[in-house]
């Protein structure tokens, strides 16, 4: 196993670890006694493993540690960490007057990522080429996710979680309907997506 793939399963351990914090701070700001040190560390350990998705890349590019397994495990790990945030953010209030992800924008997550492996198991039943490869509307969508969640952790500006919610979600059902097409094209056998 090469060192760019043990950053990959350091990072999918500390998604347990981010959501117990994540939910203690919550269950502490529900008792009116929010723990900051909570916040911090969960911030912390949500950080760090973000910040891994790019070590690990950055590493099996440079040393040559590109693998099989390291293409196959690392967007599960980003993946588990991405829906855990989503889904525990919004389980628990991160602050006062419902600070949290709305449940709605959880479900769009949820659903689109559902289709896309629903879909590439219909390609995969019919003997299709399934070719992982992201589309940019799938990057803007993760970055927008990614800015929804930080804009709950951070609690640096006051408005809404609603707002930067509102925008992911409008990029994540287009990067949806992208993968579904694509998807369509694979099935029936067009070589040009």
């Known amino acids: 196993m090469t060192f760019a793939s043990k950053i990959t399963i350091t990072r999918i351990l500390m998604v347990p670890v981010f959501a117990v914090l994540a939910l203690a701070y919550g269950y502490s700001v529900k008792t009116d006694h929010a723990n900051e040190t909570l916040r911090s560390w969960a911030l912390g350990v949500f950080i760090t493993a973000a910040a891994s998705d790019g070590i690990d890349g950055w590493i099996a590019r440079r040393f040559n540690q590109i693998s099989k397994f390291g293409a196959f495990i690392d967007p599960i790990a980003d993946k ?6 989503v889904i525990t953010l919004s389980m628990v209030d991160w602050g006062v007057d419902g600070w949290r992800l709305p449940a709605w924008f959880a479900c769009i997550v949820l659903l689109r990522d559902c289709i896309i492996i629903g879909g ?3 390609l995969w039943n019919h003997h299709r ?3 992982i490869a992201p589309h940019w509307s799938g990057k803007v969508c993760t970055v927008t996710q990614m800015i929804a969640l930080g804009w709950v952790m951070l609690k640096v500006v ?3 979680p609603m707002w930067p919610c509102l925008v992911a ?3 994540t059902l287009w990067s949806a309907a992208e993968y579904i097409r694509r998807g369509i094209h694979i099935l029936r056998g067009v070589n040009q997506v």
């Open 169 to 171: 979600a409008i990029f």
């Open 80 to 85: 588990s960490l991405l829906l855990t945030g």
């Open 129 to 131: 080429e399934v070719k």
């Open 120 to 122: 590439i198991r219909i």
């Open 158 to 160: 006051p408005f809404s």
